[in-house]
């Protein structure tokens, strides 16, 4: 089927029939792909359907219908009003070939995005384009591996990170060519002695997720950079902890030269569910020719996508990012503003110190004094009862909150990685609290089994890695 091209002046949502050509069509499946019955496709009543999808809506946990404090993870409210700008036809039936004269506002709130974020993370400069915080973090290695080709520096091929460091660090790294380079921790944040043992003519850059993922805010920090530079490599700043700073710091005033930002964990974009997401990049001045193609620019009132960047590491997504995701975070940093978003930091820091006093009468918290967002508390004081971080997390869900992460950071024996957010009430942080310490005090059988109220029981996870049911098909070959 041929399509002419639409015209400037017709309606953003057109009829397809009017812009095809009257052809006849004429289309030939291969034998073997020719359905040889009918489609056995029940007849139902509307209601019926209806209910099917409400009751499988209602099987799944997120963070409209309980308390889901996952440590790392950050899942934040999302707020409804994005949502509902972010599904106007204006703003969700774009397409990304139209002229840019068509999309001036689109290209507006992208060029805003990108200086918003700017400031919020002390760069100069940013790309949109990344699917993901991971994604986020790869491109900042091949900006990294860019920089260092330009100033002839090929024998840069080792990144350096501490060993509380997200997994995706070590793989995005990995990703890019390099060679990874893990440093223990010294009482919970960067040692320092390890790093200077590490660092070298062939270290590329050190990669830093500040405050950590112990909670611990890395006092370090410009210590850390002095030392990165004076090596000649780059600071890189995983910007999944973000939600605990903004407003009280930046990236670019601890010295990190690139920073992404998950915009699901800052910003209150959806998140989990396989995407889209979006992880945008920051840069400092020095970095800012090695972005990927295109960025937004502005001349005078008009908004434009600029190609001519002589050292960009090219594309690393179809087009120009996830934009309904953009939109949702536009939305989230203009209602509330550099004041809201300090707040927002300072609650989610007093939230998450207020529970870790709570849990403390429960379960240990190694490295002990004041966290950021989040806390690590361990389960190892109850092993001699058969009790371990798995069983609490499953046994919360029969009580109507989401496990916090279990077994990470690999730092703390039997892990519980707990971040409440801002959003949570004293009420909601004093019920999970209790629920905890009611949970830890039950006999050891009755938590092996958990969960009870749930859609699904517990199922053997041993069982599960090995015999893989991918698809509905598999499962009901697997039941006949």
């Not at 260092?148 to 091929?157: E, G, P």
């Not at 939600?243 to 990190?256: E, H, L, R, W, Y």
């Not at 120009?320 to 203009?334: Q, S, T």
Request: charged share 20%; with cysteine.
């Amino acid at each position: 089927m041929r399509y002419r091209q639409a015209r400037h002046d017709e309606p953003l949502i057109m009829d397809l029939a009017n812009i095809c050509e009257d052809e006849p069509i004429t289309i030939k499946l291969p034998e073997h792909l020719a359905r040889k019955g009918g489609l056995n496709i029940p007849t139902l009543q509307e209601s019926e359907v209806v209910r099917h999808y409400t009751v499988l809506s209602q099987m799944n946990f997120g963070v409209d219908s309980g308390f889901y404090p996952l440590g790392s993870c950050t899942m934040k409210y999302n707020l409804k009003i994005s949502e509902e700008i972010a599904n106007m036809v204006k703003a969700s039936m774009l397409h990304p070939d139209q002229p840019e004269a068509m999309i001036q506002g689109t290209l507006q709130v992208m060029h805003e995005l990108q200086e918003m974020l700017c400031e919020i993370g002390g760069m100069d400069a940013v790309t949109l384009q990344p699917a993901a915080g991971a994604h986020g973090e790869f491109t900042g290695m091949l900006i990294t591996k860019a920089y260092h080709k330009k100033r002839n520096d090929d024998q840069r091929t080792e990144v350096i990170m501490p060993d509380s460091a997200h997994g995706t660090n070590p793989a995005s790294a990995a990703m890019a060519g390099y060679d990874v380079i893990t440093i223990p921790s010294k009482d919970g944040m960067v040692n320092l002695e390890a790093l200077e043992s590490a660092l070298s003519e062939k270290t590329a850059a050190f990669m830093l997720t500040n405050p950590n993922t112990l909670g611990i805010f890395e006092t370090d920090a410009v210590k850390i950079a002095s030392m990165v530079h004076d090596a000649g490599a780059l600071m890189y700043y995983d910007g999944a902890n973000f939600n605990a700073i903004m407003g009280k710091t930046s990236p670019g005033k601890m010295g990190f030269d690139i920073v992404h930002f998950n915009l699901h964990k800052t910003f209150g974009t959806p998140h989990g569910g396989g995407g889209p997401g979006a992880g945008p990049v920051g840069v400092v001045k020095r970095l800012e020719s090695f972005l990927p193609i295109p960025v937004v620019e502005k001349e005078g009132s008009v908004f434009k996508l600029r190609y001519d960047r002589p050292d960009t590491i090219g594309k690393v997504q179809g087009y120009y990012g996830n934009w309904g995701v953009m939109l949702r975070a536009y939305i989230f940093i203009r209602l509330h503003g550099g004041d809201g978003l300090r707040q927002i930091s300072e609650r989610a820091v007093l939230n998450a110190n207020y529970l870790m006093k709570k849990v403390e009468a429960t379960m240990d918290v190694p490295y002990p004094g004041l966290k950021k967002h989040e806390f690590v508390a361990s389960a190892s004081c109850m092993k001699d009862r058969g009790i371990r971080a798995l069983h609490i997390g499953k046994r919360l869900l029969d009580f109507g909150f989401h496990s916090p992460t279990v077994y990470f950071p690999m730092l703390v024996e039997e892990a519980l990685m707990i971040e409440p957010t801002e959003n949570a009430s004293k009420a909601t942080l004093d019920a999970y609290a209790d629920t905890i310490a009611s949970v830890c005090a039950e006999e050891p059988d009755i938590l092996a089994g958990a969960p009870y109220n749930t859609s699904v029981r517990q199922i053997s996870e041993k069982e599960a890695a090995k015999n893989l049911i991918l698809s509905y098909k598999m499962m009901m070959e697997k039941e006949s």
